[in-house]
């Protein structure tokens, strides 16, 4: 795969190898801008995390990199999909800027919330750091022990955004169940985009996972939680988080949701994050065997569709499933194909989801939050239904810290 990079990223990559993350980056930029490839080689070096903050160049024939990756935003948010207030400066894969992964909204989300509903803030802290985090408990809550679902936000986003238009917080209050928010920090990235492409934040009890863990069980300490119905789910770099989060802790989570993310070790450092952005990346970490549900759109010209195909291929490894697809429309959206991948036992092990003409947001979305898709189906309705359907056998009542 590196022989077909184009010269700025042979380049690039050497100096990721050597440490020198801002030259790389800069020189990724003035690639795309098609200036000067040649790197600053007396900039100061960045012992830092890497930053990345390029749009995937296209394939042969594709449209050129100059356009905007995420053309559905173009017009007035065509295709439905609700772009957030003022300019777009993101550009493509970001762990940087934007990175495809989500344009903060510039207008403020304080959505009321129903009477005896509480959305407290709280943070965790371990050796790898500290997060914050918010947590929806519904006024539909009487203390019994309910589910848990953990939602990852995408890059720029917040808790507050990402709950606005993924609407999760008005089905906790449906179906009785806590709803976590995690937030990324400024520190730990620039743009506050999880790091999912970074070997430390692939590793059980290192890095970003263990700080998601973490959250996860401190609210199982503190609240009443079904410690047998726990889930996790994101977009974009969210999603990818997710899906290292199911192969790193299949212990404590129940089942998985990522939408329009990547698999768990499809990229190792900054070429291969680019690479497997523009034509999608072959999970390299074992997945954990944890029931996954996937959505991701045909038309996302961010994160390439193929990567919803991988996150299936190696959630269902070594598994022996059948396949069914059911095809359907949302009146005045789009359409969708949706696949099953069932058990001998009957059970749907992994679900596939594919937005037909849809681009790089969250499907049937919420306008009051950024990056929504309102014309595609429910993926926050569709997810909790997937997550409700399985529980582990067997939990600690009193998870570790």
Same mark, same amino acid.
């Given at each position: 795969?590196?022989?077909?990079?184009?010269?700025?990223?042979?380049?690039?990559?050497?100096?990721?190898?050597?440490?020198?993350?801002?030259?790389?980056?800069?020189?990724?930029?003035?690639?795309?801008?098609?200036? $000067? =490839?040649?790197?600053?080689?007396?900039?100061?070096?960045?012992?830092?995390?890497?930053?990345? $903050?390029?749009?995937?160049?296209?394939?042969?024939?594709?449209?050129?990199?100059?356009?905007?990756?995420?053309?559905?935003?173009?017009?007035?948010?065509?295709?439905?999909?609700?772009?957030?207030?003022?300019?777009?400066?993101?550009?493509?894969?970001?762990?940087?800027?934007?990175?495809?992964?989500?344009?903060?909204?510039?207008?403020?989300?304080?959505?009321?919330?129903?009477?005896?509903?509480?959305?407290?803030?709280?943070?965790?802290?371990?050796?790898?750091?500290?997060?914050?985090?918010?947590?929806?408990?519904?006024?539909?809550?009487?203390?019994?022990?309910?589910?848990?679902?953990?939602?990852?936000?995408?890059?720029?986003?917040?808790?507050?955004?990402?709950?606005?238009?993924?609407?999760?917080?008005?089905?906790?209050?449906?179906?009785?169940?806590?709803?976590?928010?995690?937030?990324?920090?400024?520190?730990?990235?620039?743009?506050?985009?999880?790091?999912?492409?970074?070997?430390?934040?692939?590793?059980?009890?290192?890095?970003?996972?263990?700080?998601?863990?973490?959250?996860?069980?401190?609210?199982?300490?503190?609240?009443?939680?079904?410690?047998?119905?726990?889930?996790?789910?994101?977009?974009?770099?969210?999603?990818?988080?997710?899906?290292?989060?199911?192969?790193?802790?299949?212990?404590?989570?129940?089942?998985? #949701?990522?939408?329009?993310?990547?698999?768990?070790?499809?990229?190792?450092?900054?070429?291969?994050?680019?690479?497997?952005?523009?034509?999608?990346?072959?999970?390299?970490?074992?997945?954990?065997?944890?029931?996954?549900?996937?959505? =991701?759109?045909?038309?996302?010209?961010?994160?390439?569709?193929?990567?919803?195909?991988?996150?299936?291929?190696?959630?269902?490894?070594?598994?022996?499933?059948?396949?069914?697809?059911?095809?359907?429309?949302?009146?005045?959206?789009?359409?969708?194909?949706?696949?099953? =991948?069932?058990?001998?036992?009957?059970?749907?092990?992994?679900?596939?989801?594919?937005?037909?003409?849809?681009?790089?947001?969250?499907?049937?979305?919420?306008?009051? #939050?950024?990056?929504?898709?309102?014309?595609?189906? $429910?993926?926050?309705?569709?997810?909790?239904?997937?997550?409700?359907?399985?529980?582990?056998?067997?939990?600690?009542?009193?998870?570790?810290?």
């Amino acid at each position: 795969m590196t022989a077909t990079l184009p010269p700025h990223m042979l380049e690039a990559a050497r100096l990721t190898r050597l440490g020198r993350l801002s030259e790389a980056t800069a020189l990724l930029q003035r690639g795309l801008r098609g200036e $000067d =490839h040649t790197p600053d080689r007396t900039a100061p070096q960045d012992k830092g995390r890497p930053i990345i $903050d390029l749009t995937p160049e296209p394939d042969e024939g594709a449209r050129p990199s100059s356009h905007t990756p995420f053309p559905e935003m173009q017009g007035g948010g065509r295709r439905g999909i609700t772009p957030p207030q003022g300019p777009l400066p993101w550009s493509g894969l970001a762990a940087g800027r934007g990175g495809g992964f989500g344009q903060a909204s510039a207008r403020p989300v304080h959505a009321p919330l129903p009477e005896g509903a509480r959305f407290i803030e709280g943070a965790f802290t371990g050796p790898a750091g500290s997060r914050p985090y918010k947590l929806y408990i519904p006024s539909t809550y009487r203390g019994e022990p309910a589910p848990l679902v953990v939602m990852l936000h995408g890059c720029t986003q917040s808790p507050d955004d990402f709950a606005a238009g993924t609407r999760m917080n008005t089905l906790a209050e449906e179906h009785v169940l806590l709803v976590a928010y995690p937030g990324q920090t400024a520190s730990a990235n620039a743009q506050k985009c999880w790091n999912w492409f970074s070997p430390g934040d692939q590793q059980r009890d290192k890095g970003e996972p263990s700080l998601l863990a973490g959250i996860t069980r401190q609210v199982m300490r503190e609240h009443a939680v079904d410690p047998r119905r726990v889930y996790v789910a994101g977009l974009s770099a969210g999603g990818a988080a997710a899906a290292v989060m199911g192969a790193t802790y299949p212990d404590l989570y129940a089942a998985v #949701g990522v939408h329009s993310g990547l698999a768990c070790g499809a990229a190792r450092d900054i070429p291969s994050a680019f690479a497997a952005m523009r034509q999608g990346g072959a999970g390299a970490v074992r997945s954990g065997g944890v029931p996954t549900i996937v959505f =991701h759109a045909d038309q996302d010209g961010t994160v390439h569709p193929r990567n919803g195909d991988e996150i299936i291929a190696q959630c269902g490894a070594a598994r022996d499933l059948r396949q069914e697809t059911q095809r359907g429309q949302v009146a005045g959206g789009h359409a969708y194909s949706r696949t099953r =991948h069932i058990a001998e036992s009957g059970d749907v092990m992994l679900e596939q989801w594919v937005v037909h003409g849809g681009g790089h947001a969250w499907s049937g979305g919420s306008p009051a #939050g950024s990056y929504t898709d309102p014309k595609g189906p $429910d993926a926050s309705r569709e997810m909790l239904r997937f997550f409700l359907s399985h529980a582990r056998d067997h939990a600690d009542e009193a998870p570790r810290g």
